[in-house]
């Protein structure tokens, strides 16, 4: 039985000719494709159809993908794939820190785009990661992480943090003292194998430590362990 029939991708690609392909080829693999064109049309279509998956372009009429990645995420909580333009890394950047779950940039290869879709969809329907906190509350000093609201409080202030930023801290933070390797987390956080090269998760560390307070130039909360990974100090907040 194919487990992707019924899920609904929404495309916003206004370059015919690769909309055309990545339409064919995706409804061939079982998936439900609707098509927008013009970045001014997305709030609405999402708001009255939400979609399972959003492949997002960031060059578009009318609004662009930023603008829109950024609006999206006031109310849609389902994964976003941009699609950059090839060597723009400032691209990838912005994109996750406004919210994207992932990166492509073209031109896009068909058996990679689908292995992104099908770890984004895995990850959204997977159960909460396994860990010893009680019911789903991790509780370091004066900083609380829940995990079912994704939310972080220092003290009683709420710290306004992406969704990709809040599975950082949750896996790390479930394992604090612990070393976790950027492979790891590149597998557990984006479904996929670490090249070498991908930055998406220092991104988000690093946007981390300046919202948790932390010496950016020397971390002390969120370590930075060399040619190992990544440390959640539990003794820096008390």
């Known amino acids: ?9 929404l495309l916003v690609e206004d370059d015919a000719s690769l909309a055309e392909w990545i339409l064919q080829y995706l409804r061939g693999h079982n998936y439900q494709m609707h098509h927008i064109t013009r970045g001014d049309q997305v709030l609405a279509s999402v708001k009255q159809q939400p979609p399972a998956l959003i492949i997002l372009d960031v060059m578009l009429p009318y609004k662009n993908g930023f603008d829109l990645c950024r609006e999206l995420r006031g109310f849609y909580t389902g994964p976003i794939l941009m ?13 996750l820190e406004l919210g994207a779950n992932d990166y492509l940039t073209k031109p896009v290869r068909p058996r990679v785009l ?7 969809l895995r990850r959204e329907s997977a159960e909460p990661m396994d ?6 509350q991790l509780q370091f000093g004066q900083l609380k992480i829940l995990r079912d609201a994704k939310s972080v409080f220092y003290g009683n202030e709420i710290i306004p943090v992406t969704a990709n930023e809040f599975d ?18 590149v597998t557990q956080l984006r479904g996929i194998e670490y090249d070498g090269f991908d930055r998406s998760i220092d991104i988000r560390i690093s946007r981390l430590r300046k919202k ?12 930075t ?14």
């Open 1 to 9: 039985m194919n487990t992707n029939i019924q899920t609904d991708i």
């Open 83 to 95: 699609l950059t333009a090839c060597g723009e890394e400032a691209d990838e950047i912005l994109g």
């Open 114 to 120: 689908l292995a992104r879709i099908k770890a984004l």
């Open 131 to 136: 860990t010893h906190a009680p019911e789903g």
């Open 168 to 185: 950082v801290l949750w896996l790390l933070a479930s394992h604090a003292g612990k070393v976790i390797r950027r492979e790891e987390l």
């Open 212 to 223: 948790l307070f932390d010496n950016t130039e020397q971390p002390y909360r969120i370590k």
């Open 225 to 238: 362990i060399w040619a190992k990974g990544y440390l959640f100090s539990p003794e820096a907040w008390e």
